[in-house]
């Protein structure tokens, strides 16, 4: 089981493939687990690196650590990728990964040859308050009848649909079930921190942003994370681009989620960073 020291903690991570670098980074439960097909599909031409983030699964919580922050996230994702010596990178960051992305960005280009957003987990809209507002009072209540575990569960099958977390590989998603403490401790810093559009307007390196097509439909669950995702775009000034799915589509269309990503890498592996 790989792993490395990185930013005073140790973290473990999956390498796979050669070629130009790439790093996945989740969301909550930041579990590499997430990856495995997309990352053996693009090893052909990539280094892919995925890695469970902080505390999560199989890295290690570091003594007397009770909380994080955006920017310990990042700093993370950058000296893992310093210490591989795989920097610059194109990195792609799903959901509350795209959050860490953009502290990434804004804190540590040096590091980044481009920069994914796939569905951030920004709240833009009044409707997307609401869903938080009700996925809180849901997770309030599994918690409270089945303990951290059960509120996982029913944090996954929320986040990425039912079919998708019957089909998880049994490993993976005992380990997610395990994390929901972690997941606590992350979910205030991640989900309060909230760029403004001239700070995105201001990141350097090439960008692009990754949308579920399902998320489209104004009634879909998940039709917050697709708001998100035109904000960033439109703030970025970068174009949007839907793959087949919801959320968590890099779970249930695997293989057509790497048809989407494979033109945007192939764009900003070989793309000219602006340097700082």
Request: aromatic share 6%.
């Amino acid at each position: 089981m790989p792993t490395i020291t990185a930013n005073s903690t140790t973290l473990h991570y999956e390498r796979r493939g050669t070629g130009p670098p790439l790093l996945f980074i989740s969301g909550g439960p930041g579990d590499a687990g997430f990856w495995p097909e997309a990352a053996d599909a693009l090893a052909d031409e990539y280094t892919v690196v995925s890695y469970d983030r902080r505390a999560t699964s199989r890295s290690p919580r570091p003594e007397n650590w009770t909380a994080t922050s955006v920017e310990e996230q990042a700093d993370d994702a950058a000296a893992l990728l310093e210490a591989l010596d795989l920097a610059p990178a194109v990195v792609h960051g799903h959901s509350a990964g795209g959050i860490i992305l953009t502290s990434l960005a804004l804190r540590r280009p040096d590091v980044l040859r481009g920069a994914i957003f796939h569905e951030p987990a920004y709240v833009v809209t009044p409707g997307g308050q609401e869903t938080f507002a009700g996925l809180q009072q849901r997770l309030g209540e599994a918690m409270a009848e089945g303990g951290p575990a059960h509120g996982m569960e029913v944090f996954l099958r929320w986040a990425d649909g039912d079919e998708a977390f019957e089909s998880l590989d049994p490993a993976f998603r005992d380990r997610m079930l395990g994390d929901a403490e972690v997941l606590g401790l992350e979910m205030g810093p991640l989900l309060s921190h909230m760029p403004t559009p001239e700070q995105l307007a201001a990141i350097e390196v090439p960008c692009a942003v990754v949308a579920g097509a399902d998320n489209r439909d104004s009634g879909a669950t998940h039709h917050w994370a697709y708001e998100a995702s035109q904000w960033m775009a439109e703030s970025l000034g970068a174009p949007l681009v839907e793959t087949p799915g919801a959320h968590g589509s890099m779970l249930t269309h695997p293989q057509a989620f790497v048809s989407t990503l494979r033109p945007i890498l192939n764009r900003l592996a070989t793309s000219s960073r602006v340097e700082a």
